[in-house]
T-cell receptor
Framework: DGGITQSPKYLFRKEGQNVTLSCEQN?????MYWYRQDPGQGLRLIYY???????QKGDIAEGYSVSREKKESFPLTVTSAQKNPTAFYLC????????????FGEGSRLTVL | DAKTTQPNSMESNEEEPVHLPCNHS???????IHWYRQLPSQGPEYVIH???SNVNNRMASLAIAEDRKSSTLILHRATLRDAAVYYC???????????FGKGTLLTVNP
């Protein structure tokens, strides 16, 4: 089945550690996105990528890094520089970024102890 | 800056129609209007999108004002499974960027 897969679903880390969240899609989509959601809040865009080997900062990129070496994959690293990393992280993809439909993964919940 | 304005919450009764409003007064001519909904602890789900004309699909209808400064998502018969946060988003340009606001929390009463 085609879809977008995020892993892990739950992740606990100690403060000061980097952590990488995986996002893989087999929909042959060009664009991929990372969003962050805090309790009771909307989604805020961290990074997005329109094509392989290219990505742009979203609204809250500080403390995060990404790579887009393959069309199918868009991993997000939460670095120790991110001051408040505990959140729900959502990955999405789309075939036509600005007019088409976004497909979301099930999310990864990161808790920093 | 999501550039859309929605009520924080709305309430409806089961099997009644629901009209969820969205204001996007600064929308440009090439911006699309998208609606998504999100259940707790899940990723958002696409509902519908449109540009100028009203749109219908199996989930909902989208009514777009003639001046495109506002739109309304219509759920024709609300069910308990429609209880969710509904996001109205505008998108356009070439940067592929979609920005979500806080959305409207829809409560459906049995």
């Amino acid at each position: 089945d085609g879809g977008i897969t995020q892993s892990p679903k739950y992740l606990f880390r100690k403060e000061g550690q980097n952590v990488t969240l995986s996002c893989e899609q087999n929909l042959n989509h060009d664009a991929m996105y990372w969003y962050r959601q805090d309790p009771g809040q909307g989604l805020r865009l961290i990074y997005y990528s329109q094509i392989v080997n290219d990505f742009q900062k979203g609204d809250i990129a500080e403390g995060y890094s990404v790579s887009r070496e393959k069309k199918e994959s868009f991993p997000l690293t939460v670095t120790s520089a991110q001051k408040n990393p505990t959140a729900f992280y959502l990955c999405a993809s789309s075939i036509q970024g600005w007019s088409g439909e976004l497909f979301f993964g099930e999310g990864s919940r990161l808790t920093v102890l | 800056d999501a550039k859309t304005t929605q009520p924080n919450s709305m309430e409806s009764n089961e099997e009644e129609p629901v009209h969820l409003p969205c204001n996007h007064s600064t929308i440009s001519g090439t911006d699309y209007i998208h609606w998504y909904r999100q259940l707790p602890s899940q990723g958002p789900e696409y509902v519908i999108h449109g540009l100028t004309s009203n749109v219908n699909n199996r989930m909902a209808s989208l009514a777009i004002a003639e001046d495109r400064k506002s739109s309304t998502l219509i759920l024709h018969r609300a069910t308990l499974r429609d209880a969710a946060v509904y996001y109205c988003i505008r998108s356009g340009g070439s940067n592929y960027k979609l920005t979500f606001g806080k959305g409207t929390l829809l409560t459906v009463n049995p």
